[in-house]
């Protein structure tokens, strides 16, 4: 089977529709639940169960293709279940959902709190451009974000992984899968508006 992680992108196909792209939101070895956006609605009302899908699961691992099914037909709540499959290859590294967006939160390195605006996040990361540049490859800082975007404090350890101009990127280092799903569902939700 292929190891997922909660909070990953996955992007089925089937003759139906075009690509219906989700969040994995549970991992068992013999099926994956698959949360989808409204915008995704149509196509994954289409599918039945038994129908065949193609399959590209954003892992740790890099991008994994598989061959899998509609295990149970989509539900009201916009997830649907499908066979956990054997992996068929990897095409590239990309382990979660980004997305751009321009949002206001702070960072702290050792005692220092500051603000900054990021470019980009993701589950996994976060592009951003400091108010004031303070940070050094290898850093260790706590990212903060506000209740106003995820409905809650989030309070995460990361490490500063680039620096390339004026652009930080963190990744985290210690994040609870409760506010990776959080920060998952908001980047589905902007990519989903974006159209």
Aim: glycine share 6%.
């Amino acid at each position: 089977m292929i190891e997922v992680k909660r909070g990953q992108i996955i992007i089925i196909k089937n003759p139906k529709f075009p690509e219906l792209e989700g969040i994995v939101e549970t991992v068992e070895d013999d099926r994956l639940k698959v949360h989808y956006s409204k915008e995704f609605e149509s196509y994954a009302w289409a599918l039945s169960e038994g129908d065949e899908l193609f399959v590209r699961v954003h892992t740790q691992f890099g991008i994994k293709t598989m061959k899998s099914m509609v295990i149970c037909a989509p539900s009201s709540d916009n997830e649907l279940v499908i066979e956990n499959a054997e992996a068929m290859a990897i095409r590239q590294k990309r382990e979660y959902v980004r997305t751009a967006v321009e949002l206001r939160f702070f960072i702290k390195k050792g005692e220092k709190l500051i603000g900054a605006l990021s470019k980009d996040i993701s589950a996994g990361g976060i592009k951003f451009v400091p108010d004031e540049f303070i940070f050094d490859i290898g850093d260790k800082v706590e990212i903060k974000f506000q209740d106003d975007d995820f409905g809650k404090d989030l309070n995460i350890e990361s490490v500063i992984i680039n620096i390339a101009g004026a652009n930080v990127i963190a990744k985290y280092t210690q994040i609870n899968e409760f506010d990776r799903d959080k920060i998952s569902k908001f980047c589905l939700t902007l990519l989903s508006q974006l159209g």
